[in-house]
């Protein structure tokens, strides 16, 4: 099995797509928590890649597509796997393709007002990624490795409508293109979690 989640924003992408890749034994890959990894690493492409994301920017499309070629590769894919936040434009999506032939493309739609809560909310744990959002959880520390938790540095409101923009402008058009090939199906996210996650069970069945 091979899905992108597509969406906006603190649409539920990552929450979901962790769910659904459990259940179908398939490797979760996260543009954005990869692109973090390497910002936390220090490495060349995490200090390139911080100002773009810390603007709600996108990293050029040639450094996403050759991250995603290596990681594709590995191990853990065999089974198949889960995009969450890739493809984000037609020229991602042109050179996904030419890698592989994806099965459903999973349309996750939230109104813009709740997305902005959704992610200003959210904290973060620096150490270990875990993720979760003030509503749900008033604790400091991680649940899972105990560090202190914190906002994600593109999570502030003005960044967040950037981001927002940029995905109405580069991504949304990807609605259309997947439509056109037949793969899209769209699912209400602006419910429970639970609710969300059994409408996307129904719908890839
Ligand atoms: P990325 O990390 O992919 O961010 P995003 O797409 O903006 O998505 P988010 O992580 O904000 O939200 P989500 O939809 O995963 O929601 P989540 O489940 O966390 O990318 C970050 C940046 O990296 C980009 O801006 C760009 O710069 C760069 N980048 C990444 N990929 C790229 C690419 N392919 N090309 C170019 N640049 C790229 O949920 C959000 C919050 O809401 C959480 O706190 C959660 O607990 C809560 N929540 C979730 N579902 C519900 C629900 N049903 N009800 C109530 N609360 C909920």
Not at 46 to 64: F, N, R, W
Not at 72 to 93: E, H, M, S, Y
Not at 197 to 204: M, P, R, S
Request: with cysteine.
């Amino acid at each position: 099995m091979k899905l992108v989640f597509l969406g906006p924003p603190g649409a539920g992408k990552g929450t979901q797509a962790k769910r659904i890749a459990e259940t179908y034994h398939i490797a979760h890959i996260s543009t954005g928590d990869m692109l973090r990894a390497e910002m936390r690493a220090g490495t060349e492409l995490g200090l390139a890649a911080k100002s773009l994301i810390e603007a709600g920017k996108l990293v050029p499309d040639d450094v996403i597509i050759s991250m995603i070629e290596s990681r594709i590769k590995q191990d853990d894919c065999r089974n198949g796997f889960l995009f969450d936040g890739f493809p984000r434009t037609v020229a991602q999506a042109d050179a996904l393709s030419g890698l592989c032939d994806i099965d459903y493309v999973v349309n996750i739609e939230v109104p813009s007002e709740r997305l902005i809560h959704r992610a200003c909310g959210r904290r973060i744990c620096p150490e270990c990624g875990a993720s979760y959002h003030i509503d749900f959880y008033s604790g400091e520390n991680c649940k899972e490795c105990g560090a202190k938790l914190r906002q994600r540095d593109d999570d502030k409101e003005e960044t967040v409508w950037n981001r927002i923009k940029v995905y109405e402008e580069q991504t949304a058009p990807l609605i259309a293109y997947y439509t056109e090939r037949d793969k899209i199906v769209t699912v209400n996210g602006d419910q429970e979690i639970d609710d969300v996650t059994a409408d996307i069970g129904k719908a890839l069945k």
